[in-house]
């Protein structure tokens, strides 16, 4: 595999010191084709962006998925900048300008939601917002350890995104 290009000592576009790396990697994704990750980190303020974009045009897409086991969160996944995940009645991730790019699997996009609602359970002032936080974590965690049922869907307009198993259901947006 090639080394990533890396390009340092740019301008960061938030603290203006000249401490941001870009990078840029191509990577071979089985069943998805060449993709590139970009990325830029800043040592200094800790800004950081990231995305992946298919060597190939592609149509938006739509993949579902049944999560029924602890095997599938293994599943590989391909989430774009511009992707919306959606676990209906638990959460959802949705584009925006802080929206990273990244290659996970199933069990990845569960532990980060997983970040999200610890941060909720440990700062939020509000008490019933806290309950929430900490069923919807017990939850998650049936799920990673297959006790539990949930549906993952990815929604991508710009076609750079999939679910990597022949257990999806991929239609289009």
Sequence with gaps: MPEPNKIEGETCPFCHNKTLTLMEEEVEVPYFGKVFVFSMTCSSCKYHKADIEAEEQKPPVKYTLEINSSD????????????????????????GPASE???????????????????????????DNQDKARKMIKKINRIIFGQDKAKMIIEDPTGNSAIISEKAVKSKL
């Design 101 to 127: 790019g990244y290659i996970t699997n199933v069990e990845g996009i569960l532990e980060r939601i997983k970040k999200q609602l610890e941060d909720i359970k440990e700062n939020d002032d509000d008490k």
């Design 72 to 95: 599938d969160m293994n599943i590989r996944v391909v989430k774009s900048s511009a992707a919306t995940v959606k676990i209906p009645r638990i959460a959802s991730i949705e584009p």
